[in-house]
Structures are given as C-alpha cells and as structure tokens.
C-alpha cells in the first residue's frame, strides 16, 4: 500500500501569494492531520479532519489557512496571502481510527515552504 | 494547557552507550492521556516508535522501551546500548483517546540524536 502522499515537495512562494498544499491519505484512512513544522514552535496543528468532517481548524490558524477534505483520498491545505512567518515544512497523516481505540498517525514526507 | 517538554537537542551518544531521552507532559484537559513516541530518522517521514496508552505500563519497540508514569508525569525514552542506525529525531507526544479530541497530538520539540560509531 502506498504511505500519505505530499505534494509539492517543496514550494517557494512571493509574499502575498496563495499557495495550495495536497495530500492523499492512505487508502482506507478515515482520520486525515494537517501539521506545520518549525524549528521554534515544533509541530503545531493546522485542521483535523474525522470522516471528512473538520474537527479541529487550529485556532490561531484560522485566518489565512483553509484546510478542505474534497473526498475520502484528497485534502488541500490553502494559505492565502502568504507571509514569511508562514515559511514551514507542513505535515499530512492519515490514521484508520476504530472505534474509540487510538489509532497509529501515518505521516507523509512533507512540503517545504519557502515565503520570501 | 496540554504540551510535552523534552530533552534538547542535539544529544550525542557513542555506539553502545546507553541513552535516556527525558519527556514530561502536562494533561490539564486531557482525561486520558496516551504517550507516544515518534521517530524521524535521515530523509524519511514521521513514524511511530512505540506507545503507551495506560499509566504504569512499558512500551517497547527496536531496543527503545518507555514507562507511562503517571506519578511523575513522565515517558522517558531509554535503550541500552544504541546503534549508529538510530541515529535520528525522536518526538514525545500527548494524545487524547476521549470524545472529538481522540486522534490530536501534542508533540514535543524534538530530540536529535547522533550516535558516534
């Protein structure tokens, strides 16, 4: 089975600009993570999606970030205007939750984001 | 409010040295925490190293081995003897497995770990 795919890689956007991130679950996953990772703040997350409903859209997040699930295997995570404080790598993991049990995070490699 | 704290980095251990990564945690609104740890090791993604998710037991996975303890609030990461192939960034997380938080994580800052051959 294929991991959490991530594209792009890496992205370098103007400040100002909107930039769109994907991810693709891992099929079957019904839990999907969005994370931004920094050197200083560490990993913080951005939207949790349950189902495909949003469960969680990251507080202090919200303002220029949009995380949407469009189907079971697809999610895109907008920022819009981009700043240079937005510069990050951002994270996507799936997880099959059952029932109430804990269920393991897959964690896909990751979009570098560069704001100049 | 709910976070994890961890050693800081970078840690440096000889090969067969032993190591111990402290994590403490702090569950003000979490009912039930579950302890994880996650490990990135060179050029490849997250990945779950072990978990614990009742207080007083030990996870154990590849050597590393973890104690939930609830007294002291604590799940340090600790192997005998380390590898140079563990060489890698370790994560300490906080989970809730109640209600609409089930499946959030807290993780900690991180720990980069070099072992010298």
């Known amino acids: 089975d294929a991991g959490v795919t991530q594209t792009p890689r890496h992205e370098v956007a103007e400040k100002g600009q909107t930039i769109i991130l994907k991810c693709e679950p891992v099929s079957g996953h019904n839990d999907l993570f969005w994370y931004r990772q920094t050197k200083i703040q560490g990993l913080e997350l951005l939207s949790y999606?349950?189902?495909?409903?949003?469960?969680?859209d990251g507080g202090a997040f919200k303002d220029r970030f949009k995380a949407e699930m469009l189907n079971s295997s697809f999610s895109t995570l907008k920022i819009q205007p981009t700043e240079p404080k937005d510069s990050a790598v951002y994270l996507c993991?799936?997880?099959?939750?059952?029932?109430?049990?804990?269920?393991?995070?897959?964690f896909g490699p990751g979009t570098r984001l560069t704001v100049l | 409010g709910d976070s994890v704290t961890q050693t800081e980095g970078p840690v440096t251990v000889s090969e067969s040295e032993s190591l111990i990564i402290n994590c403490t945690y702090s569950?003000?609104?979490?009912?039930?925490?579950?302890l994880f740890w996650y490990v990135r090791y060179p050029g490849e993604g997250l990945q779950l190293l072990l978990k614990?998710?009742?207080?007083?037991q030990k996870g154990s996975s590849r050597g590393f081995e973890a104690t939930y303890n609830k007294e002291t609030t604590s799940f340090h990461l600790q192997k005998a003897s380390v590898q140079e192939s563990d060489s890698a960034v370790y994560y300490c997380a906080l989970g809730d497995r109640r209600g609409s938080a089930l499946g959030r994580l807290h993780f900690g800052a991180g720990t980069q770990l070099i072992v010298i051959p």
């Open positions: 569950a003000t609104s979490i009912a039930y925490p579950n």
């Open positions: 614990v998710i009742t207080a007083g």
């Open positions: 993991a799936s997880s099959l939750r059952l029932g109430v049990n804990y269920a393991e995070q897959f």
């Open positions: 999606f349950r189902s495909k409903s949003l469960m969680e």
